[in-house]
């Protein structure tokens, strides 16, 4: 039989009126639980339990509706409580806990319940030509030389899967939230989204920055000679129509639609804005006081103004 020295009672005293969880003493001590609380006991202490008050409860319910990311573990660990007391509180009270469990990548899932920001707006754009929606999960795949383009909305999301090399030079990175896929869904963003894409339904303020990360996603510019011009890809013509119309309400640039079949036989529509002066103009609509945007694009648009 294993014998508690006296340090050892000390330093479990010490540990449990510091709040410290019975089952952290236990494995930091090599003993079983039941052991410390013998030893807690004999002490005069009165052992903490799992018991909520009123206050606490309150506590328990607003946090864990108001902070989408905290997790019933987090929880109980800031109130020293079993996250099983936690989650069986929770339960009671009608609260699904299942979407919420301790995650190994944890990023912010409710950066697009909202868009309310020049920064969302972009990213809602991006993700809209270059992102691949499953079933709870989004995953975005660059070549290699965008690889800081997926370190951006690594920081912007606030977490998420390392980034990984995939084949044919290119990088990926997954996001696994079913509420993150929910709330895309709102802004038409949805699995097997390539023939349904349309503009999403936000405020006029944040279309510059959406249709910039159209842009960076789908999109290109390119040098004729002397005449530069942007042109954007969808396999969608009626949104590059609302592309197209979009720009001329704004800043009466017209520009034309073509179709292209791919060697796979896929039809592919092209929304092509040419011209100088329409190229400065589509700059300072979409450029004009941005922060996100793809660098490696945007030197070659700068490149291209110096020449003008």
């Not at 190994?104 to 020049?118: G, R, W």
Request: charge should be positive.
């Amino acid at each position: 039989m294993k014998y508690t020295t006296i340090e050892q009672r000390q330093l479990i005293l010490e540990m449990h009126e510091k709040g410290v969880p019975i089952s952290t003493i236990a494995s930091s001590t090599n003993k079983h639980p039941v052991t410390i609380v013998r030893i807690i006991r004999k002490n005069g202490v009165i052992v903490n339990t799992n018991r909520l008050t009123s206050e606490q409860k309150q506590y328990l319910l607003q946090t864990y509706k108001e902070e989408s990311d905290v997790t019933a573990t987090k929880i109980a660990n800031t109130m020293n409580k079993n996250p099983a007391t936690i989650r069986r509180i929770l339960q009671l009270h009608g609260i699904d806990t299942s979407q919420r469990r301790s995650r190994k990548h944890i990023f912010n899932q409710s950066k697009f319940k909202q868009i309310n920001t020049h920064e969302k707006a972009y990213w809602l754009g991006f993700i809209m030509g270059d992102g691949c929606i499953g079933k709870n999960y989004l995953s975005l795949e660059l070549s290699q030389v965008d690889r800081c383009h997926l370190e951006k909305i690594k920081k912007f999301m606030k977490g998420g899967q390392e980034i990984v090399n995939t084949q044919k030079q290119c990088c990926r990175i997954i996001f696994c939230s079913k509420k993150l896929v929910t709330d895309l869904a709102q802004y038409e963003i949805i699995k097997n989204k390539t023939h349904r894409t349309k503009t999403p339904k936000i405020e006029s303020k944040y279309l510059p920055d959406f249709y910039r990360g159209i842009l960076d996603s789908d999109g290109w510019i390119c040098k004729h000679g002397t005449q530069h011009e942007f042109g954007f890809s969808s396999a969608c013509e009626s949104f590059l129509i609302e592309i197209k119309t979009w720009f001329n309400s704004q800043i009466n640039t017209r520009g034309y639609l073509k179709e292209r079949v791919q060697p796979n036989n896929h039809r592919v529509h092209q929304l092509i804005i040419g011209g100088n002066k329409n190229f400065v103009k589509i700059y300072n609509l979409l450029y004009t006081n941005a922060n996100e945007f793809l660098d490696r694009k945007h030197e070659k648009i700068q490149g291209f103004l110096k020449t003008i």
